[in-house]
Nanobody, 121 residues
Framework: QDQLEESGGGLVRAGGSLSLSCVFHGSVFSIRPMGWYRQAPGKQREFVASITRAGIRDYADSVKGRFTISRDSAKNTAYLQMNNLKPEDTAVYYC???????????????WGQGTQVTVSS
């Protein structure tokens, strides 16, 4: 069964760094863009970053310059390096992937199980 598996996250102080990984267990032809969304308590899930198979990246304005997304397409794996973390980055981070696009949250085919990122002040 095709599925995403996330790892990483945890607790860090403001200004610190964390990294996330996401592996797609399935055919390499089943997905093109991969990325992350996040959801803070009481808020809607929001876009964080994405990367296409060709390496084209997109970031939310709130994380530009601090987060870096990368990908090893041969391994169906995406990585999110998060630097200079802020308390407002605290959320559950969900890996996302789809055959076509992950721009519309309503149409994403694959979601990871979610991993907690907590940034203390």
């Amino acid at each position: 069964q095709d599925q995403l598996e996330e790892s990483g996250g945890g607790l860090v102080r403001a200004g610190g760094s964390l990294s996330l990984s996401c592996v797609f267990h399935g055919s390499v032809f089943s997905i093109r863009p991969m990325g992350w969304y996040r959801q803070a308590p009481g808020k809607q899930r929001e876009f964080v970053a994405s990367i296409t198979r060709a390496g084209i990246r997109d970031y939310a304005d709130s994380v530009k310059g601090r987060f870096t997304i990368s990908r090893d397409s041969a391994k169906n794996t995406a990585y999110l390096q998060m630097n200079n973390l802020k308390p407002e980055d605290t959320a559950v981070y969900y890996c996302a992937a789809d055959r076509n696009s992950i721009a519309d949250i309503r149409s994403i085919s694959y979601w990871g199980q979610g991993t907690q990122v907590t940034v203390s002040s």
